[in-house]
Nanobody
Framework: QLVESGGGLVQVGGSLRLSCEAS????????MNWYRQPPGKGRELVAS???????KYADSVKCRFAISRDNAKNTTYLPMDNLKPEDTAVYYC???????????WGQGTQVTVSS
């Protein structure tokens, strides 16, 4: 199970921190991803962090978002700064196996940035 939290309504330039807590997984062995799906658009990868803490970001969020993980808490975080209206989306946490094609998705959390 993956449970996201931390979404909400924020004004342009504001900040939020998303969290995703995993249970029933050997969390430390998986890559953790954050995806988002804006209204009427497809899902896109925003940020990922591997089991070795290698991070990747979409160009649109570089230097504004910073993915991290705490293996002791089975949790990954996505602090988001300087939010823009185009960041409005449902944000999904996803667990990805580094040894197979296995993926597991959370239910998503809404982030709305008002101008």
């Amino acid at each position: 199970q993956l449970v996201e939290s931390g979404g909400g309504l924020v004004q342009v330039g504001g900040s939020l921190r998303l969290s995703c807590e995993a249970s029933e997984f050997k969390f430390s062995q998986y890559t953790m991803n954050w995806y988002r799906q804006p209204p009427g658009k497809g899902r896109e990868l925003v940020a990922s962090i591997s089991s070795r803490f290698t991070t990747k970001y979409a160009d649109s969020v570089k230097c504004r978002f910073a993915i991290s993980r705490d293996n002791a808490k089975n949790t990954t975080y996505l602090p988001m700064d300087n939010l823009k209206p185009e960041d409005t989306a449902v944000y999904y946490c996803a667990l990805e196996s580094e040894c197979s094609t296995y993926h597991f998705w959370g239910q998503g959390t809404q982030v709305t940035v008002s101008s």
